[in-house]
């Protein structure tokens, strides 16, 4: 079931829409083409637009094949001539799922887009995009051609190693359950050295994701090799600090201490199980068998989405780390929607036809709270939010999403600048399919298709100026590492000391503070730190 919960979080309704088609310009070599950059390993060729010049399937590190299966990312080798760039490469291994009809069974996938305002110019602010979801998606399923334009910034995505290519772990194995966060390190290290090339500064890169992709950025704000790799970052709906209620994901699905990270040893474990699984007892035989082989073990693309701790990309737990008062110390954008939990009640329950009852909601809240159960359910009463459905998303909303994304505020607050954020228009059009009027409200990433067009979403006039909003909020704080700027409505900085920490809310026709612990009733779900 988490499987299915989790494939949400890649959202990939988003427009494929890099590789667009030349503008009829005249064909031209050189210097002078603007189709034509040159990096590290050669030449490219790709696509420009009215608007824009699009780079598209650039390998960032070597083919992850063969022996280096389940091994640290490697330099990508040099070509000769000039390299095709105008379509995206392979999206790395996956499944697909109900609401994400994409499947690959490619291990050559390393590729990143670049995307740029087509008018000449360096120095433009670098944002590289994570993508959600640990087993789903790819780079080029994001249209950030507005966001470049609109922001004049240069926007790369990344494909990276996902689910058991990612994060797969086993006895012996160097680097086990880390390797799509790897991925992504050498993504970065990649844009240090060749934004340049695009007209972009190389000293001022703002990573930025949403779910999984802002849970990974977590990752990199405590792990030793992520030092020096960006400058700032925008977290969206992530999960670092977040713990797992038992049955929060689905009835009778057990909790966990942390959502995102698992113990080395849990993980290769879980490896060892896996090849058994295969018919395999060592690497070597592991290595050697083909991916569809592989995607055919029930789960196993989500048996490891969690990255694993103890190793020298993550040393210790990224969560601890940060109540340690450990990590790099980079100004952030943080946040997360109002209704982050309802999107998940809807697909565990409602959508499956098992809508929570009267009844199933004490249930629920007793394998949750426990003994603690009747004190939530008077704290919540479905009457107040207009079905069980809802009273339990409330619930899971406040104690497992916004009760982390609160603390995570205040410990980054403690060390750089934090301007924290709560995504809360109720009306945010759904953009996956599905049908039903399931009342979703803010949901969990329903603020992308305000940083991204999406092509079957329509923004009323107040939602568009929302996204100009959020645009220029985004991409202000990418060229500064301060997301005001002239027109905005003024963004305090979150500050942990005050009465009321400065959250923006971001809400059609009505930009402007909240009381985020007030509107999360965070006074009777107290902080773990």
């Not at 290290?189 to 990573?207: I, K, L, Q, Y």
């Not at 090849?275 to 083909?290: E, I």
Request: glycine share 10%; aromatic share 10%; hydrophobic share 40%.
């Amino acid at each position: 079931m988490r499987t299915k919960i989790m494939s949400v979080l890649a959202t990939t309704a988003l427009a494929a829409a890099c590789a667009a088609a030349p503008d009829g310009e005249p064909r031209r070599t050189g210097a002078d083409d603007p189709r034509v950059v040159r990096v590290e390993t050669g030449a490219l060729r790709g696509t420009v637009t009215g608007e824009h010049r699009i780079f598209n399937g650039v390998p960032y590190a070597a083919p992850p094949v063969g022996e280096l299966r389940w091994s640290s990312p490697r330099p990508a080798a040099r070509w000769a001539g000039t390299r095709d760039a105008t379509r995206p490469g392979a999206m790395c291994p996956q499944v697909g799922a109900d609401y994400a009809k994409v499947t690959s069974d490619e291990e050559d996938c390393l590729f990143l887009n670049v995307t740029v305002p087509r008018t000449p110019r360096t120095g433009r602010p670098v944002m590289v995009w994570i993508h959600g979801d640990g087993a789903l998606g790819s780079g080029d399923l994001t249209d950030v051609r507005r966001l470049a334009t609109r922001g004049d910034v240069v926007v790369v995505t990344i494909n990276y190693r996902l689910g058991v290519f990612g994060g797969f772990g086993y006895p012996g194995l160097a680097g086990s359950g880390t390797y799509g966060l790897q991925d992504q390190q050498a993504a970065l290290g990649w844009v240090r050295r060749n934004a340049a090339a695009f007209g972009g500064d190389p000293r001022n890169v703002t990573v930025f994701g949403v779910s999984w992709g802002a849970m990974s950025i977590g990752g990199h704000l405590t792990s030793p090799k992520a030092r020096g790799l960006f400058d700032r970052a925008v977290m969206q709906s992530g999960e670092t600090m977040m713990d797992m209620l038992p049955g929060s994901m689905g009835e009778g699905v057990p909790g966990r201490p942390d959502y995102a990270w698992l113990p080395a040893a849990q993980v290769e474990e879980t490896g060892r199980y896996a090849a058994g699984k295969l018919g395999c007892s060592d690497l070597r035989c592991l290595r050697a068998l083909p991916v569809r082989t592989i995607l055919k073990v029930p789960q196993i693309m989500n048996m490891f989405q969690s990255y694993a701790y103890g190793n020298e990309t993550l040393p210790r737990s990224p969560s601890a780390e940060l109540r340690a008062g450990r990590g790099h110390a980079v100004p952030v954008i943080s946040g997360a929607t109002r209704d982050e939990h309802r999107l998940f009640v809807a697909m565990t329950h409602d959508l499956a036809g098992r809508p929570v009852t009267a009844a199933s909601y004490r249930g629920l809240l007793r394998a949750a709270f426990g003994a603690d159960a009747a004190r939530v359910a008077t704290r919540y009463p479905p009457r107040r939010y207009g079905s069980p459905s809802l009273a339990w998303a409330a619930v899971v909303t406040d104690r497992m999403w916004a009760r982390a994304t609160f603390e995570q505020n205040r410990l980054l607050a403690a060390r750089a600048p934090v301007y924290a954020y709560q995504f809360a228009d109720r009306r945010a059009p759904m953009f996956l399919p599905v049908k039903t009027d399931f009342p979703f409200g803010a949901f969990h990433a329903g603020d992308l298709p305000y940083l991204f067009p999406e092509r079957n979403v329509t923004l009323s006039p107040a939602q568009r100026e929302l996204s100009d909003r959020m645009i220029g909020y985004w991409t202000g704080f990418a060229r500064t590492g301060d997301p005001n700027g002239a027109g905005l409505p003024r963004w305090e900085r979150f500050d942990a000391a005050a009465r009321v920490p400065y959250t923006q809310a971001l809400k059609p026709g009505a930009v402007g503070p909240v009381d985020y612990a007030a509107d999360h009733d965070l006074g009777f779900w107290p902080s773990p730190s």
